[in-house]
């Protein structure tokens, strides 16, 4: 587990943005997680599916924060344009 630990934190610092939303942040930790389950699972069968449910729960609370944001950002640039077209 160290190892994973090292590798992903060099990962990290090579390709990652330390702040605000970076797919490839998302995908290291990701690729991380799976191999932690996958290392679980190896050892006990249940825990591994918990694991596998709280991953599947994870990626559908991120994508629908990444869905509100893009509405959110929609209706900024929207209501920004209605004020400065209206002037």
């Known amino acids: 587990m160290l190892k994973l630990q090292e590798g992903l934190d060099r990962k990290l610092k090579l390709n990652a943005k330390e702040t605000g939303i970076c797919e490839v942040r998302e995908h290291l930790y990701d690729e991380c ?3 932690l389950i996958r290392q679980v699972t190896v050892n006990c069968l249940e825990r591994g599916i ?3 449910r709280v ?7 991120r994508n629908t924060y990444k869905s509100i944001y ?8 929207r209501t ?3 004020v400065h077209c209206n002037f």
Do not use: G
């Open 33 to 35: 997680f799976a191999e």
């Open 50 to 52: 918990i694991l596998m």
């Open 55 to 61: 991953k599947h729960e994870i990626e559908t609370t």
């Open 70 to 77: 893009l509405s959110a950002i929609s209706y900024a640039l």
């Open 80 to 82: 920004f344009l209605i």
